[in-house]
């Protein structure tokens, strides 16, 4: 047989070998994943990011083969649930999820929605031990909720509040011409916590700074930030600190460019869902941002993730990803392959000690109160292309240049965790 024959026919083989597992996890009854959130509303945007990133992690799980189990590997498959923004509908789609077979449900953008599915979900696994639920939350950062309200059933995979607040004010005790600062915030569970931390660490660690106003508006419902921009202008604030994510951000801080405030942004979600475009030139150097990851990270893994994600979607507006939403997914896969299958409460007793890795970052669950920790970064705005901005935000022509790498054993807090087991 000629060389080059030869060669085919071992490729063909080789192929064919590689399909037929991938052939057969596609028969395999699927392990399903349900995503609860705003798919309709204000907050659509954030609903359709996340789904995002839950369909690339999955899709990365898929084409590894699936889920490694005794019975055969096993497809991820992600369900998408609309909440519309109402914690009623969210426990609605609770139900049609469990009534759909899915064991594992997703969910983050709103501690309130957050807490209302951790109460849920505790009475719902009581009452039917054989179809208990795992809530696993990536982006409700209420305190509480791995604090005082910790639940076996749940799963933080994101900072809390606290601890991003801990992360901005290394950047705040940096700024020694800080005098005066305007507390906003989103008027529910999440944006009250982040105003209670802002002014206890701000009398801890710059007790010279003032406090010249503070707010707390609807959440989702306000069209027009100009009053609350004009307030910020009247009280002479230096800088705005706010938890404010989504619609409710951008709004903010287009209404502050348009009134012409030039001071400081300490926030939570600066670096994405158009806060950059909406600022502009007036936001270099002005706004600041924590997350677990950024991707001005100065590590080549990195800078791989985020041009993989970027390929997958490549539009501009669909540049929103997170490395927790990632490990989350990964760390899910990992605990469902140790448990040896899809029995709850041994996938929970497994996750309480999962540790994950992916591109150069890492994250260890705390089986104390089931708090992810991991490392958290602090970035600046600037330019695309000024020195440690490699990429923008969504076509922006902006980027966050990383001024704080976090470690997560600096980042972490204690508990007051005192949780129950079955």
């Known amino acids: 047989m000629h060389k080059y024959l ?10 064919a070998l590689c399909a037929a597992p991938l052939a057969a996890m596609a028969q395999a009854a699927p392990v399903k994943i349900a995503m609860i959130e705003s798919l309709s509303g204000p907050f659509a945007n954030t609903g359709e990011a996340v789904f995002r990133n839950l369909l ?7 084409a590894r083969g699936g889920l490694q189990l005794p019975g055969g590997a096993r497809p991820l498959q992600l369900l998408r649930y609309d909440s519309k923004g109402s914690n009623e ?4 789609a609770l139900r049609a999820a469990i009534d759909d077979g899915a064991r594992f449900v997703m969910q983050g953008n709103s501690s309130a929605t957050a807490a209302a ?19 696993l939350n990536y982006a409700a950062v209420d305190p509480a909720l791995t604090n005082e309200r910790c639940s076996f059933w749940h799963f933080r995979f994101d900072a809390h509040a606290d601890m991003r607040m801990a992360a901005l004010m290394q950047v705040v005790q940096a700024d020694k011409a800080l005098v005066s600062a305007y507390l ?40 027009d930030f100009a009053p609350y921009a004009a307030k910020i202008m009247a009280s002479g604030a230096q800088a705005v ?27 939570f979600y600066g670096n994405a869902l158009g806060a950059p475009a909406a600022l ?10 924590v997350a677990d990851w950024m991707p001005n990270v100065p590590d080549a893994h990195s800078a791989a993730f985020y041009e993989a994600f970027r390929q997958r979607f490549p539009r501009p507006e669909d540049d929103y990803v997170h490395m927790r939403m990632q490990l989350m997914v990964e760390a899910l896969a990992q605990a469902v392959e140790r448990a040896g299958g899809t029995d709850v409460v041994a996938v929970a007793r497994s996750l309480e000690t999962a540790s994950v890795q992916l591109a150069g970052r890492a994250g260890a669950m705390r089986a104390a109160d089931h708090q992810l920790q991991q490392p958290l970064v602090v970035g600046v705005m600037d330019r ?4 440690g901005v490699r990429f923008d935000v969504e076509g922006s022509g902006y980027g966050f240049r990383v001024v704080r790498d976090i470690p997560a054993a600096e980042a972490e807090m204690p508990t007051t965790c005192r949780m129950r087991r079955p």
């Open 56 to 62: 690339w992690a999955t899709e990365r799980i898929n």
């Open 280 to 289: 502009g030139d007036a936001g270099v150097g002005r706004v600041v941002a």
């Open 6 to 15: 030869r060669r085919a026919v071992l490729k063909s083989a080789a192929l």
């Open 384 to 387: 695309k292309g000024a020195p």
């Open 241 to 267: 600190v706010t938890g404010n994510w989504g619609n409710d951000l951008t709004l903010l801080v287009k209404a502050a460019r348009e009134s012409g405030f030039n001071g400081m942004f300490y926030t």
């Open 117 to 135: 599915l951790i109460d849920a979900i505790g009475k719902h696994n009581e009452r039917e031990p054989a179809r208990r639920v795992l809530f």
């Open 184 to 223: 906003i915030g989103q008027d529910y569970s999440f944006g009250q916590a982040v105003l209670r931390e802002a002014r206890r660490q701000l009398a801890a660690l710059r007790p010279d700074v003032r406090i010249v106003g503070e707010e707390l508006h609807p959440l989702g419902r306000v069209k």
């Open 89 to 92: 509908e969210a426990l609605s």
